[in-house]
């Protein structure tokens, strides 16, 4: 069976300016389609792996390493009261970390956000307002690629 990210991966010279924020060595960094948590993005490791126990262990430290830089960026452009970090695998087995910025007006703030997300699956209304952010998504795409970029020549 094909992996929806290892396709992906394969293709990354196809994506926009506004997906494809960053290639790291381990990882993929994309913008997400949920602006609502704004800067929200996927990591998606270089291999395909199920879980992360599955890197070896200087892969791995560098994935990790790689979430926390993104991360760093996101709360630099978000200014997010919080991040919140998810690696599941449920619907796609090959190891990709979401990361939510989490604002303080978020009238959620206390609730996971895959339960708004189910909801924008069957509310066309829901959907647009999660996918539709505060901010073009070019412009949040271009302010993380040079937080990244600052971060990266500093060795933040």
């Known amino acids: ?18 997906e494809l924020v960053w290639q790291f060595p381990h990882s993929v960094a994309l913008l997400g389609p949920w602006q609502y948590y704004t800067g ?5 490791a270089r291999r ?3 879980e992360i126990f599955q890197l070896p262990d200087g892969e791995r430290q560098g994935y990790l390493d790689e979430m926390s830089l993104l991360a760093h960026a996101i709360e630099q452009v978000a200014r997010p009261r919080k991040i919140n970090y998810e690696l599941l695998g449920n619907q796609v087995p090959h190891l990709h970390w979401h990361l939510f910025s989490r ?9 996971p956000v895959w339960l ?6 069957r509310d066309p209304a829901e959907k647009e307002r999660l996918q539709a952010g505060t901010r073009p998504r070019r412009e949040l795409a271009e302010e993380l690629r040079s ?3 600052r971060m990266e020549i500093g060795k933040w």
């Open 1 to 18: 069976m094909a992996c929806y990210f290892c396709e992906k991966l394969s293709r990354l010279h196809e994506l926009t300016e506004e």
């Open 40 to 44: 929200y993005c996927l990591l998606i």
């Open 48 to 50: 395909h792996a199920t």
């Open 103 to 111: 604002q303080e007006n978020d009238p959620e703030h206390l609730k």
């Open 116 to 121: 708004a997300i189910d909801r924008a699956e």
């Open 147 to 149: 937080e990244i970029s």
